[in-house]
């Protein structure tokens, strides 16, 4: 995600870097525990995974409400006071989910949607702030493989801790809670934001679609994947300590590559490069049920699509960038993070009613039928570009 808007400031260099890198590999280790722990916990409890993915699509839900005010608050309260701040209640809100009824769970998933979308805007936005203009890819390409490895670790903490009583919401509170050290150190080097600039996003959500709906995609499949990947493994016959390192093998591909498909970006057209991932992306889905009852196949094929599907979010804000600068960048980058959220929100609750009404492997065929709604409009995007030009901006019209 970026800063929806702001004056870009130095951001201190290395130091920054250091500072917005480590807070949010703490934040991403934390919530790969998070998602998971949650969900399993539901299960144990008697909910239906229906129930689940609604009660997960409420960090979606927090993410759209508060993504417009996060720069505001910034600007008034600090980027890295805001951030620690941040930090510090997601880390507060995850032991409380152990000794809440569950309804009590939908305002604890707000208040936690809210703080992990505030953390990961202003890590992201101090780490572009920080970054050497020449080498942002290469740092972005740094950043989500620290970031995918947060993810990747926390499957294996669960598996020592396990995922039953209040050990697990505990280690998951300190893990999140180290992340405010680095935001401390690098306190001095934080970027500021000018209160008084303001760019409304809203016009630029449908003049990329294929950067925005790759970020629409990728909210859906990742947050979906997280919260309902190990239920979908016990579905299927393994047990709780097998399911639990499923996201493992989504992660791990994406630790390899992040960066090679960013340099693979850079030398062919983004939107094209989107539609192989997104036919590659429905592939892995077709698949997922043929092997997901041996493990290691399973793990395999997990890890492979989940590397290539993963650059969706890389990919989709390279394309981005090629399509704006200045505050008009800043606009549509606020729009990214928008259907981003959207995703987070729509993905879980849609793929807990597919395993529902298609147990055991709703899953896999309510993943193929996103990628393919979103595959159908990019062919239908460049075929207009094909068109002349005063054709195309014609139908266009029409279309919106």
């Known amino acids: 995600m970026t800063m929806a808007s702001g004056r870009r400031t130095d951001g201190g260099g290395t130091i920054g870097l250091v500072a917005a890198i480590?807070?949010?590999?703490?934040?991403?280790?934390?919530?790969?525990?998070?998602?998971?722990?949650?969900a399993l916990t539901l299960e144990d409890r008697g909910i239906s995974s229906t129930w689940i993915?609604?009660?997960?699509?409420?960090?979606?839900?927090?993410?759209?409400?508060?993504?417009?005010?996060?720069?505001?608050?910034?600007a008034r309260i600090g980027t890295a006071q805001l951030l620690a701040l941040a930090i510090l209640t997601l880390a507060a809100a995850l032991p409380l989910f152990y000794i809440a009824p569950f309804w009590a769970w939908f305002l604890l998933r707000l208040v936690g949607g809210a703080a992990v979308t505030t953390t990961f805007v202003l890590s992201e936005f101090w780490i572009s702030s920080a970054a050497p203009p020449a080498r942002r890819g290469i740092v972005m390409g740094i950043y989500a493989s620290?970031?995918?490895?947060?993810?990747?670790l926390g499957p294996v903490i669960l598996s020592l801790t396990g995922t039953q009583g209040m050990l697990p919401f505990l280690i998951g509170s300190g893990v999140l809670t180290l992340g405010i050290i680095p935001v401390l150190c690098g306190l001095p080097v934080a970027p500021k934001l000018d209160r008084r600039e303001k760019h409304s996003f809203g016009r630029?959500?449908?003049?990329?679609?294929?950067?925005?709906?790759?970020?629409?995609l990728f909210g859906t499949i990742e947050t979906g994947a997280f919260a309902l990947l190990p239920i979908y493994g016990q579905r299927v016959g393994h047990?709780?300590?097998?399911?639990?390192?499923?996201?493992?093998?989504?992660?791990?591909?994406?630790?390899?590559?992040?960066?090679?498909?960013?340099?693979?970006?850079?030398?062919?057209?983004?939107?094209?490069?989107?539609?192989?991932?997104?036919?590659?992306?429905?592939?892995?889905?077709?698949?997922l049920p043929l092997?997901?009852?041996s493990f290691w196949p399973l793990m395999i094929a997990l890890a492979i699509w989940g590397g290539v599907i993963g650059s969706l979010y890389t990919v989709g804000l390279a394309h981005?960038?090629?399509?704006?600068?200045?505050?008009?960048?800043?606009?549509?980058?606020?729009?990214?993070?928008?259907?981003?959220?959207?995703?987070?929100?729509?993905?879980?609750?849609?793929?807990?009613?597919?395993?529902?009404?298609?147990?055991?492997?709703?899953?896999a065929i309510g993943i193929g039928l996103f990628f393919a709604a979103y595959l159908a409009m990019l062919i239908i995007r460049i075929g207009l570009a094909r068109l002349p030009k005063a054709v195309s901006k014609g139908v266009s019209k029409k279309l919106s």
């Open 320 to 363: 981005l960038g090629s399509r704006f600068t200045g505050s008009d960048l800043a606009a549509a980058n606020a729009a990214f993070v928008f259907c981003y959220s959207l995703g987070g929100l729509v993905g879980p609750a849609t793929l807990g009613v597919a395993m529902d009404v298609w147990n055991p492997h709703g899953f």
């Open 146 to 152: 620290v970031l995918s490895g947060g993810f990747a």
């Open 53 to 74: 993915g609604i009660n997960t699509a409420t960090w979606g839900l927090a993410a759209i409400a508060v993504t417009p005010f996060v720069s505001k608050l910034a």
């Open 239 to 287: 047990t709780r300590e097998l399911v639990i390192l499923l996201g493992i093998g989504v992660t791990i591909g994406n630790i390899l590559l992040q960066m090679p498909m960013g340099m693979l970006s850079d030398r062919m057209d983004r939107r094209k490069l989107l539609m192989i991932i997104a036919a590659f992306g429905m592939l892995g889905a077709a698949i």
């Open 204 to 216: 630029f959500l449908f003049l990329a679609p294929a950067a925005t709906g790759a970020a629409l």
């Open 22 to 38: 480590g807070s949010v590999a703490a934040v991403g280790l934390g919530f790969s525990i998070t998602l998971p722990l949650l």
């Open 291 to 293: 092997v997901a009852a």
